[in-house]
């Protein structure tokens, strides 16, 4: 069996943070989302896994490399149009030559394993298989409807929902799926929807079977989002304690776990937590409380003199000064700088 991520997607709603790089690089516990994606497939034995790419996204080959270092082979096939994800599917075909595969949405993450998607396929011996889980806005999804235990539609964010089963993200395909997308016409969006590809399988007597998933999951596709899935991630890696790179210095600090810290950060005089990720290289000075959200790369907070949370700080992005505000939420883009009070110029 093998796997494809899909990774071509824009991004827009991660803007400004998606300027920069593709939003699958973005770090949730300090890892990129695209890394979880390969290991959740090493995890149930896919060792041959392709990743669809934009060209325009140069940062991901450098970083995933060959695969080595996941114990995998690596390749990298191109999507030039964001078409949709059964295009993305589609222009994968001659990859598999033949084998069932797995697909995940490379800005998607998953508490639980691969497992029931695996067993689910061996135990009924279907052409296919979709995770579900139970939501609280179906209309907001792509829906399922199951009648005695089987799978008999799927429908892209209807408008009355026949349940509250959301497809995640994370699917497994035989080859009759090919068939299904030679088929399609683009959605009212202009896509090829991988929803209409599942429902003509079904349509044309193919067994697509489901399999549910209780555990949390999240797609990282909005600044919302994204802190939420930093959230309980952190809780996963590290409970309610918090980690420290061997090479970060920490003088005078309070943590309040669940917190993240990589290595080379310089931390004083800070109260860092619950639910913060701090990357390789960032300095923290005088910084009040922080708590709830994300330092990227090399990013620095000097004098802070109220709470900051719900925040997010982009790669070597630099903020100082003191506020009349009690608390604050900022969104700073990468190599962004902002000093409160401003700099009052001199008189000519």
């Not at 090493?42 to 991901?60: L, N």
């Amino acid at each position: 069996m093998k796997g494809l991520i899909l990774c071509a997607g824009r991004g827009t709603r991660l803007h400004p943070f998606s300027y920069s790089q593709p939003k699958t690089l973005l770090p949730v516990a300090n890892h990129p989302v695209l890394h979880s994606c390969i290991r959740k497939l090493r995890e149930v034995g896919v060792d041959d896994i392709g990743i669809v790419i934009h060209p325009s996204q140069v940062q991901i080959p450098p970083l995933v490399g060959d695969g080595s270092q996941f114990g995998a082979t690596i390749t990298f096939i191109e999507q030039k149009v964001p078409l949709g994800i059964a295009h993305a599917v589609q222009l994968a075909q001659s990859f598999f030559q033949d084998e069932p595969f797995i697909l995940l949405l490379g800005d998607n993450l998953l508490m639980d394993s691969l497992h029931g998607l695996t067993r689910a396929f061996e135990r009924t011996q279907s052409d296919g298989v979709v995770m579900l889980s139970e939501v609280e806005r179906p209309q907001d999804y792509g829906i399922a409807e199951v009648k005695d235990g089987r799978l008999i539609c799927v429908e892209e964010k209807p408008k009355q929902p026949k349940s509250n089963l959301a497809v995640i993200g994370a699917y497994l395909f035989t080859k009759p799926i090919f068939e299904s997308i030679a088929t399609l016409q683009p959605s009212a969006r202009g896509e090829y929807e991988i929803t209409d590809a599942i429902q003509s399988m079904i349509d044309r007597g193919y067994h697509i079977a489901h399999a549910i998933t209780s555990g949390k999951y999240s797609d990282v596709g909005t600044i919302d989002r994204w802190l939420e899935a930093n959230r309980w991630m952190l809780e996963k890696e590290v409970g309610y304690s918090h980690q420290v790179g061997t090479s970060s210095v920490l003088e005078n600090c309070e943590i309040v776990g669940p917190v993240l810290i990589g290595e080379g950060c310089h931390i004083k005089n800070c109260r860092l937590g619950p639910f913060v990720s701090v990357q390789d290289g960032v300095q923290l000075e005088n910084c009040v409380h922080i708590e709830n959200s994300i330092l990227l790369e090399n990013s620095s907070l000097k004098n802070v003199d109220w709470k900051l949370t719900d925040s997010v700080f982009g790669r070597s992005s630099h903020l100082t000064g003191q506020s009349t505000d009690s608390i604050g939420v900022i969104i700073l883009s990468d190599k962004s700088s902002i000093r409160i009070p401003a700099v009052k110029r001199e008189e000519l």
